[in-house]
T-cell receptor, first 115, second 117 residues
Framework: EAGVAQSPRYKIIEKRQSVAFWCNPI?????LYWYQQILGQGPKLLIQ????????DSQLPKDRFSAERLKGVDSTLKIQPAKLEDSAVYLC?????????????FGEGSRLTVL | AQKITQTQPGMFVQEKEAVTLDCTYD???????LFWYKQPSSGEMIFLIY??????QNATEGRYSLNFQKARKSANLVISASQLGDSAMYFC??????????????FGQGTILTVHP
């Protein structure tokens, strides 16, 4: 079974530029999450999708971050314009049902450096 | 709001010995889930073990066991017979029980485990 795929693995941009990250979850997983992990900290949830609908985006900085999951499969996270403090690893995760069974599967992440 | 505290920034253990990684949590929800994840240098978060708040027995998964003390709000991870490949960052997390936000995990700061040969 293929895991959660993310790209690009690494991205370096200057502040005020834009960037987009792509995630393809495990086949059949209805729930998709984007987490932000700043160096030295634990991941923080940015947005959660159930199929193509947003379940929780309370911690997404909506003035600069956007995310979509148009067909309920893969997802894109965009940052525009980027700030220095956006330097982090962006982790995508998926689960079959979003239940309490530890079935969250993470990708390897996309590491963003903003100069 | 949930909170996870991991007080050990780094831990060292000799190969083949056991090690305990501490985790305390704070939540007002009667039902919750506790998780431990391993993050090697590659960056991927690997699920290790899960404990439900109403589970009567401590969870075990191979060499991993969770010492769950509900009254003390602690969920320590015990790794038995440490291996060199266990060297990684370990995160404790609690699942938000509010509404439909299953899977919304609140993570601690993590503990870096180094296994010495």
């Amino acid at each position: 079974e293929a895991g959660v795929a993310q790209s690009p693995r690494y991205k370096i941009i200057e502040k005020r530029q834009s960037v987009a990250f792509w995630c393809n979850p495990i086949s059949g997983h209805a729930t998709l999450y984007w987490y932000q992990q700043i160096l030295g900290q634990g991941p923080k949830l940015l947005i959660q999708f159930q199929n193509n609908g947003v379940v929780d985006d309370s911690q997404l900085p909506k003035d600069r971050f956007s995310a979509e999951r148009l067909k309920g499969v893969d997802s894109t996270l965009k940052i525009q314009p980027a700030k220095l403090e956006d330097s982090a690893v962006y982790l995508c995760a998926s689960s079959l049902t979003g239940g309490w069974t530890g079935e969250l599967f993470f990708g390897e992440g996309s590491r963003l450096t903003v100069l | 709001a949930q909170k996870i505290t991991q007080t050990q920034p780094g831990m060292f253990v000799q190969e083949k010995e056991a090690v305990t990684l501490d985790c305390t949590y704070d939540t007002s929800d009667p039902s919750y889930g506790l998780f431990w994840y391993k993050q090697p240098s590659s960056g991927e978060m690997i699920f290790l073990i899960y404990q439900g708040s109403y589970d009567q027995q401590n969870a075990t998964e191979g060499r991993y066991s969770l010492n769950f003390q509900k009254a003390r709000k602690s969920a320590n991870l015990v790794i038995s017979a440490s291996q060199l490949g266990d060297s990684a960052m370990y995160f404790c997390a609690i699942e938000d029980a509010g509404g439909t936000s299953y899977g919304k995990l609140t993570f601690g700061q993590g503990t870096i485990l180094t296994v010495h040969p």
